[in-house]
């Protein structure tokens, strides 16, 4: 096999003179986003041979690896499809670009509280049984931000951030004035000296808080192996065992073999390798005999708007530098964080959402005039240049009518189908109008108007529960029906909480792996 075993770090992997499928191996791991990275690392600290597969290709000695840009078809409310990008393929995953905002959820998201109300069920393990997880993700993505004042003591120990630049201090001080409640949002940065945050690029550096960091630990045990670039295809079981997983690349293909599998490709990736997973046994696809596989598909929608400093003051570093939950839950409505994005309203960043409402409307049609958008780019950043973007994230809920659909492929183009609900459509209405009441008097506007699902944010597809008629996951995130194979994404999410899903994917992950050590010391007692 060669090449095709790809160590991160310069260190000895595990079963290099051999192929990678003459192996097997005590687990094999699907995906090496946060879930996946995490998950495999700590069952390799724990004595276990592990091998990591991604589609992604690895960086070799500290170059840019190339990322595939994928794409999911998506019927929205039943209108023509149209493909939009959802992640990258890329050994660790999306957290590679991603804006490290780890927030935890709160306690109501998880628990049903007495006389609040919570329109969902299913978070089948609460808010204290994830919450020692929830301390150790920070604890393992050296978290930094304040305690959030309205959350209570719940957040453990973060490390402090650096000091606001002076414009998000006004701005800061201006939603303080008006009884509001900001705190330094909390980030998987931990600011090494002259770090720049790289919020939606690639670092080789180490103080942003992605999943090659304990990759690259796993791969330095020499326990561990990655094979990159191939990608699965489906699952084979003997019995009540997931017994092989077949992956291919470029016309070839190779069977690889393990005593337990975790699958942790991502919500849509993960639900469609299920899906294609079908046998005598499981004539739907793995843990679809109930049909909810690819159901209760779940994306946060998105509120984008450009905020200025009560005052004349320079914005700068750090950028993605506040956060508030002032409007988590209102008249008993779900709604959610509102943070900063870490974008200031500058020329690029205009012109880039120029270019994205362009490339998904009507006027796509009119390539000749798609130049000419630097234009109003240019007029808009003039007006906006001083203004910091924040982003409100509402909370979607589950509907089983809302899937990633069926196919044969695993690796082709997810197809999607989804419809904005009529609550989500009031509760929208709800946060960008509780949104107005608390800037009144601050110079702000909204950046987008039409409904943006945040299609990163993917979550839902496998969701776990207590009971296998209504779930395809148990509390373990096991899939029921068999007893090796788990999941390690945002997939087992019963509900979709009003913050990112990047705190909840890392705790659920590391939860997972213990689960598993647990199981295969008793399964050797």
């Known amino acids: 096999m060669g090449d095709e075993v790809v160590r991160l770090a310069?260190?000895?992997?595990?079963?290099?003179?051999?192929?990678?499928?003459?192996?097997?191996?005590?687990?094999?791991?699907?995906?090496?986003?946060?879930?996946?990275?995490?998950?495999?690392?700590?069952?390799v600290d724990a004595g276990m041979k592990v091998l990591f597969v991604d589609r992604g290709v690895a960086p070799v000695s500290g170059q840019p690896a190339p990322m595939e840009q994928l794409e999911a078809e998506v019927t929205l409310n039943g209108r023509s499809a149209r493909r939009v990008p959802t992640t990258v393929a890329a050994v660790g995953g999306t957290s590679v670009i991603y804006a490290a905002s780890l927030e935890q959820p709160e306690r109501h998201d998880l628990d049903d509280l007495p006389g609040m109300p919570h329109p969902t069920q299913g978070w089948v393990v609460g808010y204290d049984a994830f919450a020692p997880y929830f301390d150790l993700a920070r604890k393992t993505?050296?978290?930094?931000?304040?305690?959030?004042p309205l959350s209570g003591p719940g957040a453990g120990a973060m490390l402090p951030p650096p000091p606001l630049c002076p414009g998000d201090a006004l701005i800061e001080a201006g939603l303080t004035r008006r009884g509001f409640h900001p705190y330094r949002a909390h980030l998987g940065i931990n600011f090494d000296r002259d770090c720049t945050e790289c919020i939606g690029r690639e670092c080789f550096r180490e103080c942003k808080a992605d999943a090659r960091q304990p990759l690259n630990r796993a791969l330095a045990s020499g326990r561990a192996a990655l094979l990159s670039g191939w990608t699965?295809?489906?699952i084979e079981v003997d019995g009540p065992l997931a017994a092989r997983v077949i992956v291919r690349r470029d016309g070839q293909e190779m069977t690889l073999t393990g005593d337990r599998m975790v699958l942790a490709a991502g919500s849509l990736s993960s639900a469609q390798l299920l899906l294609a997973s079908r046998s005598e046994?499981?004539?739907?696809?793995?843990?679809?005999?109930?049909?909810l596989v690819g159901r209760g598909l779940m994306f946060h929608l998105s509120e984008r708007l450009a905020v200025?400093?009560?005052?004349?003051?320079?914005?700068?570093?750090?950028?993605?530098?506040?956060?508030?939950r002032d409007l988590y839950m209102q008249d008993g409505q779900r709604l959610g964080l509102v943070q900063s994005m870490g974008l200031q309203a500058d020329y690029g960043n205009v012109l880039m959402h120029l270019r994205?409402?362009?490339?998904?409307?009507?006027?796509?049609?009119?390539r000749p005039v798609r130049p000419f958008l630097r234009l109003p780019a240019k007029a808009a950043a003039m007006v906006l240049g001083s203004?910091?973007?924040?982003?409100?994230?509402?909370?979607?809920?589950?509907?089983?009518?809302?899937r990633v659909l069926p196919g044969d492929d695993a690796a082709a183009t997810p197809r999607i189908d989804y419809?904005?609900?009529?609550e989500l459509a009031a509760r929208r209405r709800q946060f960008r109008d509780a949104i107005r009441r608390m800037l009144k008097g601050q110079r702000f506007f909204f950046l987008n108007d039409d409904v943006e699902l945040n299609f990163g944010h993917a979550c839902g597809t496998a969701r776990f529960g207590a009971d296998a008629r209504t779930s395809v996951l148990d509390a373990d995130c096991r899939v029921h029906g068999l007893r090796n194979l788990y999941l390690a994404d945002a997939s087992f999410m019963p509900t979709s909480t009003g913050v990112n899903p990047g705190l909840v994917i890392l705790a659920n992950s590391l939860r997972v792996a213990d689960r598993i050590v647990d199981d295969r010391a008793r399964a050797a007692a």
């Open 281 to 291: 046994d499981w004539a739907d696809g793995l843990g679809n005999r109930n049909g």
């Open 308 to 324: 200025w400093p009560d005052g004349r003051a320079e914005l700068g570093f750090p950028a993605k530098s506040l956060a508030l």
């Open 419 to 422: 419809a904005i609900a009529p």
């Open 387 to 402: 203004a910091r973007v924040f982003v409100g994230i509402l909370e979607d809920l589950p509907y089983d009518s809302n």
């Open 356 to 366: 994205s409402k362009f490339d998904g409307g009507w006027m796509r049609r009119a």
């Open 141 to 148: 993505a050296h978290v930094c931000g304040t305690r959030d």
């Open 232 to 234: 699965a295809h489906r």
């Open 10 to 43: 310069a260190h000895q992997a595990a079963d290099t003179n051999r192929a990678v499928d003459s192996v097997h191996w005590d687990a094999i791991v699907i995906g090496t986003g946060l879930g996946g990275a995490h998950a495999g690392a700590r069952l």
